[in-house]
Structure formats: C-alpha cells, structure tokens
Antibody
Framework: EVQLVESGGGLVPPGGSLRLSCEAS????????MNWVRQSPGKGLQWIAYISSGAINIFYADSVKGRFTISRDNDRGSLFLEMNSLRAEDTAVYYC????????????WGQGTPVAVSS | EIQMTQSPTSLSASVGDRVTITCRAS??????LHWYQQKPGKAPKLLIY???NLQSGVPSRFSASGSETEFTLTISSLQPDDFGTYFC?????????FGQGTKVEIK
C-alpha cells in the first residue's frame, strides 16, 4: 500500500525556520518525481516545489523561491522541505505528493502537516 | 505558468440532480488533467486521473471528459456524501497548477 506520511509541522514565529519530512513506503520511491503542495486556511491548493527522481531537476513557485529548499534521500525513501524566513502567508497545510508516471498514472497525496507562522 | 480556470465557484443542488463542473486550461495540456474532491480538514481525494479515468473505489456516478483545454466533471446523480470542494489540476507542466475549486452544497 502506498503511504506518504508528513511530519515536522508546527507553530513558528515570523522569520523562523522549519523542516518538513515525508516518509514514503509501498512503492519504489527513487523512481518517482515528488512535489510539495500547500493549502492556506480556507483557500485553494498551491504547488510550491518539485524534485525529479534523481534530484537533478528542481523547481519552485515564485512565492517560495530563495526561501524554501526541497531535497530527497532515495536510500531512506524520504522527501524534505527546508523552510526559512517564514512569513504569515506561509501558514498552510503542507502536502507531500507523488507525481504520476506512465505506469502509475494516479497522483498520490499524503495527509498533510500544518504549519502556522505567527508571533 | 498554465492557468486553470474552474467554474462555477460554488453550486447548490438537490439529491439526484446532475451536476457539471468545468475546467479550462490556458494552454493545451493534452489529457494531463485530474479531478479531486476535498472535504473539510482532509487531504484531496483523487476522483479522476488523466482526464477521464475513474480512480479505483470512486462511485460510477462520477465521470469526466475533455482534452487540450476544455474539461468537465459530471456527477450523474448527486448524493448526500458528494458535498465538498472539487478541484481540477494539470500535471502537463512540472509546475502544477490547480483550479480555484468548486464548492458543492446539497440543498
């Protein structure tokens, strides 16, 4: 069974840092592209970061570029999001999301971890 | 960036009604379009992948069609459990984008 379990969310003051983790199981993690998507309270879904299977290609949304860093450890089956210089507008639930492939066309989401940026 | 425009933003319908939600892409995305249902406090649930493929376990009253820039999600006979917000998403570009969402309420 495919599972994505996020952790590391919490309350952090403006300007602070947080590191999110996503533990993957039930599939060959190293062969899948991965993403982070967030959802602010009462708002829609916003893609924020992408990493290719071998971490060669990485993309960010403009809203987090220069502040957030996506990375992965294929040996451990883990995805990370390092978040620095956090702002109130970064308050959201953060989801770890597996990208589709030709052989596995379904997009798979974790349950999310909440991040609140407030003093 | 590929813009996804979803309509309507909300709707209220009765049990048994046929409901249609539309999603338009600013550029052609082939059939790299997915539909989700989300309920409060929960992660999005995949309903349809690749524009028209019903995800395993999703009731057959859900269907979808479209390609290139025009896509629709249809609920053939609305049920009480179908309340929630529905989102479309394109994965044609690695920079995913989502529709704004359609909130479905049961009258």
């Amino acid at each position: 069974e495919v599972q994505l379990v996020e952790s590391g969310g919490g309350l952090v003051p403006p300007g602070g840092s947080l590191r999110l983790s996503c533990e993957a199981s039930g599939f060959t993690f190293s062969t899948f592209e991965m993403n982070w998507v967030r959802q602010s309270p009462g708002k829609g879904l916003q893609w924020i970061a992408y990493i290719s299977s071998g971490a060669i290609n990485i993309f960010y949304a403009d809203s987090v570029k220069g502040r957030f860093t996506i990375s992965r450890d294929n040996d451990r089956g883990s995805l990370f999001l390092e978040m620095n210089s956090l702002r109130a507008e970064d308050t959201a639930v953060y989801y770890c999301v597996r990208a589709p492939t030709v052989m596995s066309p379904q997009i798979f989401w974790g349950q999310g971890t909440p991040v609140a940026v407030s003093s | 960036e590929i813009q996804m425009t979803q309509s309507p933003t909300s709707l209220s319908a009765s049990v048994g009604d046929r409901v249609t939600i539309t999603c338009r892409a600013s550029h052609s995305i082939s059939t790299d379009l997915h539909w989700y249902q989300q309920k409060p406090g929960k992660a999005p649930k995949l309903l349809i992948y690749d524009a028209s493929n019903l995800q395993s376990g999703v009731p057959s009253r859900f269907s979808a069609s479209g390609s290139e820039t025009e896509f629709t999600l249809t609920i053939s006979s609305l049920q009480p459990d179908d309340f929630g917000t529905y989102f479309c998403q394109q994965s044609y570009s690695s920079l995913w984008t989502f529709g704004q969402g359609t909130k479905v309420e049961i009258k």
